[in-house]
């Protein structure tokens, strides 16, 4: 049976995190604080550490969060107030669970009190706070990724047409990459030329009409009162920046302190330099090895140059490994040796016993997919449960053919990667009634609300636009008195007469919303008026309308509807009910993940495969050292999520035109560069044989074959 979610929770923080307490309860007597108990000398130096900024080089499972969550904790006890903290995550539960923590080791009440959240989270909160100083208006909608796809969409056929009319049409970058490429320009604060030579050649002769579409979309962003995640950055910076308002937002804080800091971009490091501009309280704690999101602009040298950006600043490694055998972490410390830069450390652990990494090679992806199931039950069959076993790969779709052997073997298994909640469809049209309600203006969400009702299709959906008066409204534009949502509530709804019903139910549930429901009550209202239209559209309506539950429980304890649909935007439920499949009687699955998905996690074994040139690293990503250098701290990263056992898997032959992976046409590929000859010594070497591999052939077989051979012969 699988699961196939979005992304992978932080399954070792739990288990690592009850290591440290257990430390922390028999270590604390006397009168020494909770949050002191347990901590190791460097993680306490960091704890401890006063007067200038700190940053905390925490290296694979040394109890980073730890440290974090006591340095916290020890800053309340001594005085300051949990309003005067910022603490800034990598996510929402990441923020969560620390704040669970902080709670934990001093008072709860001082730790609700911190300010915590992702950079986004936080600019959201800013920005709805002064948004009217900054021209934001009475409200603003944030944008997904998809909805700013179909904004950029809308500019981009509107810039082609205009291209079309002045010579002949020709191709032009899609409008998901054209929205890459603007993403990329904003966050690594690049030139549109540079960006596109740099990470986009292909759209070489584009560069003119990106111009003219990231005009038009910043405008079209502007008119509607349309913010995406890079504006939050962008205006958020802005405003620190502003000679008035900046110092009052600076002023807010006594600590700042951010989590996975090497995961940052341009943007949010001149943020950090503006919250800090006259006050050096400053911790960041990362891992320059763990350095893995360049594709989302996130760039490392803020880590590895903060020393010099921060002028007086103090460095404390942590290198006391709590997860691994010093056999893994022998491998892991040799792999991310070979990186042509990097703040040195050296993993150690103290944990007893612990066998060589294996590397398996293998002849092909379908021995591969076999030696995984056979290693994987040999452990269950040892008492290693199933969860406790993940299986890792460079690409989504490196899993293949072990997914096509576990179900042959009836092994259940959990996937990461899959549809986010938001991306559903049916989410988001519950999502667009919500939007509409909060911004009448939005023009992304307006066409989903009206194409809810049966019969309203493209052409129907314009005339009821132009008739509400929804269109991108410039300053001074004379729109009128009355917005689309109360011309619509209204009764200005021109319709074919089947969709009349639909659209008067939609106005009247809208009509209940605009007034001072709370945000739970409206989703329920919503919902309502929704089920028969999700029965009639989807199928699996039950299981879909299930995940309005969901939705139902984020309301609930939502304070506004504005903050709900951040919530739901910023940081959604991971995955939807109708892909989750069944619930499992058996709670007990492998856990299939992509690296990139798999970052936090720990399993007591862990199995990569693929682990050859062009699949890991990526043939994609190794036009220069700096991508060969992020494809190695994916690797490292990779390794260093087992805790016992590490399996390595190495396919020779790779099949070409069929999942089966047993056609005739096939290349050959070396192992992984990152596992040089020099290294063998750390592994233990096993040679697979191949899935496909036959009995020796019977008597008269080959002659039959000749026999087979002449008769063709006669044909040509």
Known sequence: MVYTVGNQADSGADARGAHLAADREEAAGGDEAAW????????????????????????????????????????????????????VTFSRRAAQEMIRRVGALTDPALARGIHAGTFHAVAHRVLRRHGRSLGLGEGFTVLDQADAAELVKLVRAEVVEESSRQGPRRRFARADTVLSVYSRVVNAQVPVDEAVRTWFPWCGEDIDGLREIFRGYTERKRAGFLLDFDDLLLYWRAALADPSLGPVLAGAYDHVLVDEYQDTNLVQAAILRHLRSDDDRLTVVGDDAQAIYSFRAANVRNLLDFERDWPGATTVTLEHNYRSTQPVLDLANAVVAGLSEGRPKQLWSDQPGGARPILATCPDEAAQADAVCD??????????????????????????????ELRRRRI???????????????????????????????????????????????????????????????????????????RFVGGTRPAPGRAGGDLDALAAGLADCRGELPPGAQVERLREILDPMIRRRYDHAEVRLRDFDQLARLAVGSPSRAALLADLTLDPPSATGDLAGPPLLDDDYVVLSTVHSAKGGE??????????????????????????????????????????????????????????????????????????????????????????????????????????????????
């Open 375 to 404: 290693t994987l039950l040999e452990y269950y069959e040892r008492g290693v449960l199933l969860r406790a076993q993940a299986v890792l790969f460079r690409t989504g779709h490196h899993s293949d053919l072990v997914e096509v």
């Open 412 to 486: 259940p298994f959990v996937k990461y990667g899959g549809l986010r909640f938001l991306e559903a469809a049916h989410v988001r049209d519950l999502a667009a009634l919500l939007r509409v309600l909060d911004n009448p203006w939005d023009e992304l969400a307006w066409p989903r609300v009206l194409g809810l009702a049966d019969g309203v299709g493209p052409a129907a959906t314009r005339r009821l636009l132009e008739a509400l008066g929804v269109r991108p409204r410039r300053d001074g534009d004379g729109s009128g008195d009355a917005d689309p949502l109360q």
């Open 36 to 87: 002191a108990g347990g901590l190791n000398p460097q993680q306490r130096a960091a704890v401890d550490h006063d007067g200038g900024p700190l940053v905390i080089q925490a290296g694979a499972g040394t109890g980073k969060t730890a440290t974090l969550v006591a340095r916290v904790a020890r800053l309340l006890e001594g005085g300051v107030a949990g309003e005067r903290i910022l603490l």
């Open 603 to 716: 399993w007591d074994v862990v199995h990569v495969i693929h682990a050859s040139d062009g699949n890991f690293p990526s043939d994609m990503a190794t036009g220069d050292q700096a991508s060969i250098d992020e494809e190695r701290r994916l690797f490292y990263v990779a390794l260093t999520r087992a805790r016992r056992h590490l399996h390595v898997y190495a396919p020779l032959r790779y099949h070409f035109g069929g999942q089966s992976g047993r056609g005739d046409r096939h290349g050959y590929a070396p192992r992984t560069r990152f596992l040089p000859p020099e290294l063998d010594h750390l592994l233990e070497h096993r040679a697979v044989r191949s899935a496909t591999e036959d009995v020796a052939p019977a008597a008269g077989v080959v002659a039959l074959a000749d026999t087979v051979a002449r008769d063709l012969s006669g044909l040509w």
